[in-house]
């Protein structure tokens, strides 16, 4: 029961979140280094793909932020 507990609160701790991050980044370059070139060339697109449209996401908040801000100060 001890032992359940103090796993259960080391799990929140930095060390063990910075230890779980390491374990995921060597699974991930394991498996990136597994892969052709065509399949790389794959993965790094989609990755291109999903920063893009966060990205663009950004833009439009951003935007639509300085449009509603700039309109609540001629209200003023």
């Known amino acids: 029961m001890r032992k359940h ?12 979140r910075k230890k779980r991050k390491f374990e995921k980044y060597l699974k ?3 498996t990136l280094a597994q892969l052709n070139s065509d399949e790389l ?9 999903e ?11 951003s935007i639509s932020f ?3 801000g700039w309109e609540y100060g001629k209200n003023f």
């Open 5 to 16: 507990f103090q796993e259960s609160i080391m799990f929140f701790t930095f060390q063990e």
């Open 28 to 30: 991930e370059t394991e």
């Open 41 to 49: 060339f794959f993965e790094y697109i989609q990755t291109k793909t």
């Open 51 to 61: 920063y893009e449209h966060k990205k663009n996401r950004f833009g439009m908040f």
């Open 66 to 68: 300085l449009i509603s």
